[in-house]
């Protein structure tokens, strides 16, 4: 029998990922063989890592922090989604050795927020904390979704701004306020705040004040964890509804399966198996 197709997910830390199980059982759901893995890069080792899945045969990866940046500039080939963030999340390694990048983020935060928190955006005000990759990946979708206003917070403040202007075209088609603010001096309320920061992953708490989420609106941590519960708890005691990024893991991830083997996996089934495993200690 052939060997089965690998894939993995490369990140530093990589460790706490759920992406294996993820990609298991898609791959059972579904009748796809493969093997998928994960594989810790050091900071500066993304393109080695990369390169030592390639000669492995690896099929593709997905890639999480901090090497969105780099797997957008790794890529022979890009869509027009990674184009505009300047990010990527999945990597398609084709047998020719071309490399072909996608961003999926996006996709499995609006579906997430949309259809699994029952929030349409349309129309209203988000509050997006970060500038990094995770954040490039889903101003996009995000902005698709033709809020009222959305505004891009980050420590340093050229960040934030970079990261609207290269989005301010796509705003304006949108008819979507689009703005810039560093988090000291941050003021407003919010339908939604997402922290697409890496704080809940280091530990370093709430990147942003309270008083900036209207009662009843939802606190989106896009990670999940242990780690990311001081922000659902800081979401929570502003009258706000909490919710993790483990539903956005889920669905970028399907995405990412769909587009390396042509199938669209249940992914709302498996985030429900999903929690369940973690809840139980088996995932």
Partial sequence: MPCPDL?????????HSR?????ARFAELTGQVLTYERLLAPQDGFAAALAALAARGGR?????????????QCAHSASAR????????TLVLQPDGQIHADNTDGLGLVADIVQGAGLALAGRDLLLVGAGGAAAGVLAPLLLQQPRRLLVTNRT????QAL???????AALQKVELFAMDTQGLDGDFDLVINATASSLAGAGVPVPPGLLRAG????DMMYGAGAQDFLDWAQAQGGQARDGLGMLVQQAAAAFALWRG?????????QELRAAMAAGQA
């Fill in 7 to 15: 894939y993995c997910v490369i990140g530093n830390p990589v460790a």
């Fill in 19 to 23: 992406s294996p199980w993820i990609h």
């Fill in 60 to 72: 593709g990866c997905n890639v999480t922090v901090p090497f969105k940046h780099q797997a957008a």
């Fill in 82 to 89: 990674v184009q505009l963030a300047g990010a990527a999340n």
């Fill in 157 to 160: 403040l050229a960040r934030a």
């Fill in 164 to 170: 609207v202007a290269r989005h301010a075209e796509l």
């Fill in 217 to 220: 609106g939802l606190g989106y």
């Fill in 263 to 271: 199938v669209q996996p249940p992914a709302a089934q498996v985030l």
